[in-house]
């Protein structure tokens, strides 16, 4: 029994005998085959449960991932930590990626580096690595990384005490506060970081796209 050809085929075949004039005619009978191989489809619109494709999260799944801390601090939840939990914590869990004093390995970011104390100096000397004390320039924003992206292979697993904990140890590694500082909801967004004044808020509406 002989193979059915395709409409692709058969349109060729029409094509090289009998010339271009036939290809309208090629066109349509393809597209009618198309439409009657075709599954009904309806027109009423389905909901995401029809479709199969999740459900409508809880509460409780919400407030799990609606973790982020903003420059102000809103957002920081209770707990606390110093710098020498901050040291256990990264140790166990940081150095393996970025050294053991901060310092970097490989393709993983250096951490700490303090100089130049005033701030980053944009276009001064390329070769300076941006870290936490040359260029962040909102201390919320360590506790905000650490606490949702780090670690690399677990992100999202340490606590906010651990978090604090770090952000202490690595703000008074990067000689912001002293080591004796306490970091939580409280103290942390007091912390001014060195290259804070090197930032501008973005604050376009519209118009010229930049200034």
Not at 94 to 121: I, S, T, W
Not at 160 to 187: G, K
Request: contains cysteine; charged residues 20%.
């Amino acid at each position: 029994m002989r193979p059915r050809r395709s409409s692709v085929a058969r349109c060729l075949t029409v094509l090289v005998i009998g010339g271009g004039t036939t290809l309208g005619a090629c066109r349509r009978d393809t597209a009618r085959e198309s439409e009657a191989t075709l599954p009904a489809v309806g027109h009423a619109r389905r909901t995401p449960e029809q479709l199969g494709l999740g459900h409508s999260p809880t509460a409780q799944q919400l407030a799990a991932i609606d973790i982020d801390a903003n420059p102000a601090g809103v957002g920081l939840p209770p707990g606390q930590g110093t710098y020498a939990e901050g040291a256990a914590v990264f140790a166990q869990k940081c150095a393996f990626c970025h050294g053991p004093k901060g310092e970097g390995l490989g393709p993983y970011p250096k951490l700490v580096g303090a100089e130049p104390k005033q701030g980053f100096p944009f276009g001064r000397d390329p070769k300076i690595v941006k870290t936490i004390g040359n260029y962040w320039p909102y201390s919320t924003t360590v506790y905000d990384y650490v606490h949702r992206a780090m670690p690399f292979n677990a992100p999202g697993s340490l606590t906010p005490n651990e978090s604090y904990a770090l952000a202490a140890w690595l703000l008074a590694e990067n000689e912001v506060i002293p080591r004796d500082a306490i970091m939580n909801a409280q103290t942390l967004p007091k912390v001014q970081m060195p290259a804070r004044g090197h930032f501008v808020l973005d604050d376009r509406r519209g118009g010229q796209p930049f200034r």
